[in-house]
């Protein structure tokens, strides 16, 4: 059962999870919540040519953030400027709001692109939409743009929404993984 706007406001009232900052009346829709984007991007450096890679999650060991943090360079979205995303590139970024899916919530969400920006080519979660119970973070975001044009983005713009949706039950297990309070770097 996905939550409804009314029904959000509520939960947020009633302390079953939180967003910090909490939305402004014009972030909500029917379901959903506007999420913005954070100041702090992580960009994919290019390789020299001549070099032939592979990432393989399959070994022993493997660990995305450290392997993300090797391959990255942190940067600063201009107040002026904006940073402007070309075709076919990859970027991480963050959204401004921390979530936090309270063990005792009986709530997961689901995190999605916004279609005005869909439309234009920007894809914001390559294939991770799931927000589990128990975490506290903000939702880090897979930006891709598959448009023809770069695509300029601004810190504070709304990027994503959130969908919320009761689940039957609580977990055994609450969200205990690598990305439990990431932050934006």
């Not at 020299?48 to 022993?60: F, H, R, V, Y």
């Not at 009986?106 to 128990?134: D, F, N, Q, W, Y």
């Amino acid at each position: 059962m996905i939550l409804t706007d009314r029904e959000i406001r509520n939960s947020l009232e009633a302390n079953l999870f939180d967003i910090l900052p909490r939305p402004s009346l014009e972030a909500y829709s029917s379901t959903t919540v506007d999420l913005t984007l954070s100041p702090v991007l992580r960009v994919y450096r290019s390789q020299p040519t001549g070099l032939k890679s592979a990432i393989d999650p399959s070994q022993p060991g493997f660990n995305a953030i450290k392997l993300i943090n090797q391959l990255t360079d942190v940067a600063d979205i201009d107040d002026k400027n904006g940073y402007d995303l070309p075709p076919g590139v990859l970027v991480l970024g963050w959204t401004l709001e921390t979530i936090d899916l309270k063990d005792h919530c009986r709530l997961a969400a689901r995190v999605e692109g916004k279609s005005s920006l869909a439309r234009v080519g920007l894809g914001i979660h390559v294939t991770a939409p799931i927000i589990h119970t128990g975490f506290k973070a903000p939702i880090q975001l897979e930006m891709i743009n598959h448009g023809p044009l770069p695509i300029c983005l601004r810190k504070g713009m709304r990027i994503c929404q959130i969908v919320f949706e009761q689940t039957l039950g609580m977990p055994d297990r609450s969200y205990k993984g690598q990305f439990l309070g990431q932050t934006a770097t």
